[in-house]
């Protein structure tokens, strides 16, 4: 069973910093695209920033400039830095993938896309 586990959330202070990290586990093939969402209380899930398999990157306009999205293709890994930090920023963070990986009881290469459990980010004023 594919799963992703997020890491490094946590309540920083306005103007501060954090690391978030996904690593991606199971039976996978190759991973295409990863990428991070967000969602604040009241507001809908939305893309904070995404990565190929290759390094292109694109980025929602409230973050950029300040956030910087990477991966370890050989760990099948993406972090997210996030750098000036404002209470808007403050939401639960989803890491997503969209792979080829195999479900229990299939050895065929399935395309699924998989999130993480969220991890909380809060940014005080």
């Known amino acids: 069973q594919v799963q992703l586990v997020e890491s490094g959330g946590g309540l920083v202070q306005a103007g501060g910093s954090l690391r978030l990290s996904c690593a991606a586990s199971?039976?996978?093939?190759?991973?295409?695209?990863m990428g991070w969402y967000r969602q604040a209380p009241g507001k809908q899930r939305e893309l904070v920033t995404a990565?190929?398999?290759?390094?292109?990157?694109n980025y929602a306009d409230s973050v950029k400039g300040r956030f910087t999205i990477s991966r370890d293709n050989a760990k099948n890994t993406v972090f997210l830095q996030m750098n000036s930090l404002k209470p808007e920023d403050t939401a639960v963070y989803y890491c997503?993938?969209?792979?080829?990986?195999?479900?229990?009881?299939?050895?065929?290469?399935?395309?699924?896309?998989?999130w993480g459990q969220g991890t909380q980010v809060t940014v005080s004023s």
């Open positions: 997503n993938a969209d792979l080829l990986g195999t479900i229990v009881g299939d050895t065929r290469p399935t395309h699924m896309t998989r």
């Open positions: 199971g039976s996978i093939f190759s991973i295409n695209t």
């Open positions: 990565i190929t398999s290759g390094g292109s990157t």
